[in-house]
């Protein structure tokens, strides 16, 4: 009975969402994505986790789907401060895409500058 709650509980902790900002409070966005933003006078810095639910993703997948949510995420807040952000430059977007043990992709992690639309 040790032995499987040893294995679930590694399996468990290979599934969890990368925190590089582990000194920050994470708030919750829906139920696969959190976030922490740091605001800053020409916008604000914007950092994402998000936790895949497919069985299957591939890395390219991955990518395309941790940007489309960091920008959800970013125009959300976007409008909640009733301002406009400009496009999110994607060479600014840094990505880490964690595996699962099995080598799928289970978690990415995004941070981006955002800036007000002036």
Partial sequence: MK??????????????????HAD????????DT????EYVPDGFT???NYRY????VRSSSAEAACKATLANVAN??????QRQIDPID???VKLTISR????????????????WKR
């Fill in 46 to 48: 914007l950092m994402v």
């Fill in 34 to 37: 959190e976030y922490t933003v």
């Fill in 76 to 81: 959300s807040l976007a409008e909640r401060r």
């Fill in 90 to 92: 994607g060479r600014l």
């Fill in 24 to 31: 920050r409070q994470m708030s919750t966005y829906d139920m």
């Fill in 53 to 56: 639910q497919q069985f299957t």
């Fill in 3 to 20: 032995v499987l709650a040893a294995m679930a509980c590694l399996v468990s902790a290979a599934c969890t969402t990368p925190m590089p």
């Fill in 100 to 115: 699962s043990w099995s080598g799928k992709v289970a978690a990415c992690s995004a941070t981006a500058p955002i800036t």
